[in-house]
Every structure is written in C-alpha cells, then in structure tokens.
C-alpha cells in the first residue's frame, strides 16, 4: 500500500506570510497532484507534477516534485485569506483505483 | 456542463436503514470513483469503476455496493447503514486512471 503523509496537519499563519507545507512517501509515483477544498465542497485539482524535480508555479503557490519522484512541496508566498483550505496532496501509482490522497495540511490565513 | 452532481446533499439514516447515494457526471468520463472522508483521514476509496458494467472495490468496500449500468452515473448503495458510516461522502470522475478527478459537491451521511 503507497501512504503518502502531508505535513504540517495543521497551519495557521497572518496574512502576508510565507509558508510550506510537504507530502512526503517511501513509494515512488508516476505522477503526484494538489488539490484545495473549501468546506462544504468537493477538491478541486491545483496542479499536476510527473518529472523528478519539477517546479510549476500558480500565482503565488509554488509546486515542487522531488528528484526521486516520492514527495513534493507546496510554497506559498505572500499568504492571503482566499488561500484558506484544505490542502490535499495525491499520488498516481499506475494502477486503475486511481489516486492515493495523503490526509491533508489544513490551512488557515487570517486577516 | 454540469460536471459531477450527487444527490442527496444532507441525509439522516436510522441504524438499519437503507439509501442510495446518486453521483451523475456529464463529461464522458469512463473512470468513476466513491470515496469517504472522515474528519482527519483524509479521502478512503470505497469502490471504483473504469466503465459501465465494470467495478471493483477500493480500500474501505465493506458495508457497500454499487453498480454502474450507464457511463454518467454510478450509486452508491447502503444496505444496513451503521454508525461508522457516518461521514462525507465524494463522488468523482476522471477521463483516465492517472488523470485530473472532479469531484462532486458531497453528501453528508449521519447514522444514528
């Protein structure tokens, strides 16, 4: 069984800071995904990352996938209120069941 | 388009009681997935599906069914609803294993 394991579980920081958060696995993937969910609403897919090393940035949210291709990290720069949410990281196996989520980094900005 | 829907959105079950959970999606997806998702835990896949008349259960399959007769909708069924079936449950699609899932908006099951 791939775990994939997200740090921190909780995050509360001012608006206007930095922040990282990790997903973390001893398993390799194929590829790996983040997702936002607001409550009361389904995830929504940020960004897909599938080469060792790869950086893709979203505005102000920075994605990173680890040269052995078994973690990740997302940076936010600059945090506002709107980046409030659940953050899931999900990792691609190969196998036809799809995506395995971590249990995601709960994130909270305030104003 | 609509993208997923499910029905219902909130729903009170009595132990023993049994319901089905609708998922609908209009994007010719062939991949169809329920999962559960319990407060810390992240999202349990219940059972999947990669095209109409074939599914195959995921991690957390006991004490469900489905079925997938058409490609827009896979239900969910709860025979004898319990108490550890209480959570939020996710219906999404895919157009491929390894590709973007869109979610539905949940249903949020209680079992008392």
């Known amino acids: 069984t791939q775990l994939l394991e997200q740090s921190p579980q909780f995050l509360s920081i001012q608006e206007g800071e930095n922040l990282t958060v990790y997903c973390n696995s001893s398993?390799?993937?194929?590829?790996l995904q983040w997702y936002r969910q607001e409550p009361g609403e389904g995830p929504v897919l940020l960004v897909t990352?599938?080469?060792?090393?790869e950086v893709k940035k979203l505005k102000r949210l920075t994605f990173q996938f680890g040269d052995a291709r078994k973690d990740s990290s997302l940076h936010i720069t600059a945090a506002q209120p709107g980046d409030t949410g659940l953050y899931l990281c999900a990792g691609e196996g190969g196998g036809a069941d799809g995506l395995t989520f971590g249990k995601g980094t709960h994130l909270i900005i305030q104003p | 388009n609509a993208g997923v829907t499910q029905t219902p959105k909130f729903r009170i079950l009595k132990i023993g009681q049994s319901m089905t959970l609708q998922c609908t999606q209009d994007m010719n997806h062939n991949y169809m997935y329920w999962y559960r998702q319990d407060p810390g835990m992240g999202l349990k896949l219940i059972y999947y599906?990669?095209?109409?008349?074939?599914?195959d259960k995921g991690e957390v399959p006991n004490g469900y069914n489905v079925s997938r007769s058409t490609t827009e909708d896979f239900p969910l069924r709860l025979e004898l609803a319990a108490p550890s079936q209480t959570s939020v449950y996710f219906c999404?699609?895919?157009?491929?294993?390894?590709?973007?899932?869109?979610f539905g908006p949940g249903t949020r099951l209680t079992v008392t």
């Open positions: 999404a699609s895919s157009r491929h294993h390894s590709y973007e899932q869109y």
């Open positions: 599906s990669v095209g109409a008349g074939i599914t």
């Open positions: 990352v599938v080469t060792g090393g």
């Open positions: 398993s390799v993937f194929s590829s």
